[in-house]
């Protein structure tokens, strides 16, 4: 299925499984405990690269 | 600018990308963890233990799959305060399913 590669999501391509699909909180919420544990927030000076 | 060799490396199964990491010192500060694992890639998300048995201990959700195993890769056995951090990925039962195409 050539034609459909540059037709996939920009996440998934050149990866054949599912294992980059971005994670809503939801899904988050579902992976992950939340008794004991707090969501903490990026500080201000916090840039993502 | 470092040229990361995304497409063709092949991931083992086990990498994913929330980290569970260990042996964090108690004192550690939110700005410490971004600032820690903020410089791998862009952090999706961060949960810190506050409660007794879950302190020291913290999960770290990256963006990129490929940014977690890099700080898996340079992060186990970082020292922080002292203390060796242990960084293991979370193996997690509900992996995302990609919609059908």
């Not at chain 1, 994670?23 to 990026?42: A, F, S, V």
């Not at chain 2, 929330?18 to 500060?29: A, D, Y």
């Given at each position: 299925?050539?034609?459909?590669?540059?037709?996939?999501?920009?996440?998934?391509?050149g990866?054949?499984?599912?294992?980059n699909?971005?994670?809503?909180?939801?899904?988050l919420d579902?992976?992950?405990p939340?008794?004991g544990?707090?969501i903490?927030?990026?500080?201000?000076?916090?840039?993502?690269? | 600018?470092?040229?990361?060799?995304?497409a063709?490396?092949?991931l083992?199964?086990?990498?994913?990308?929330?980290?569970f990491v260990?042996?964090?010192?108690?004192?550690?500060?939110s700005?410490?963890?971004?600032?820690?694992f903020?410089r791998?890639?862009?952090?999706?998300?961060?949960?810190?233990g506050?409660?007794?048995?879950?302190?020291?201990?913290?999960?770290?959700?990256?963006?990129?799959?490929?940014?977690?195993?890099?700080?898996?890769?340079?992060?186990?056995?970082?020292?922080?305060g002292?203390?060796?951090?242990?960084?293991?990925?979370?193996?997690?039962?509900?992996?995302?399913?990609?919609?059908?195409?």
């Amino acid at each position: 299925n050539e034609v459909l590669s540059n037709s996939l999501p920009y996440w998934s391509r050149g990866m054949k499984d599912d294992r980059n699909t971005p994670l809503t909180d939801e899904d988050l919420d579902k992976i992950l405990p939340k008794d004991g544990y707090e969501i903490i927030n990026p500080p201000e000076s916090y840039r993502p690269i | 600018m470092n040229i990361r060799k995304r497409a063709n490396t092949k991931l083992r199964p086990e990498v994913n990308r929330i980290i569970f990491v260990r042996n964090l010192p108690f004192k550690t500060t939110s700005e410490e963890l971004f600032e820690i694992f903020g410089r791998y890639g862009p952090i999706r998300q961060i949960r810190k233990g506050v409660a007794g048995k879950t302190k020291g201990t913290a999960f770290v959700v990256y963006e990129d799959i490929y940014d977690a195993k890099n700080a898996v890769d340079h992060l186990s056995g970082f020292n922080v305060g002292g203390k060796y951090l242990t960084c293991l990925y979370y193996k997690h039962k509900t992996q995302p399913k990609a919609g059908g195409i």
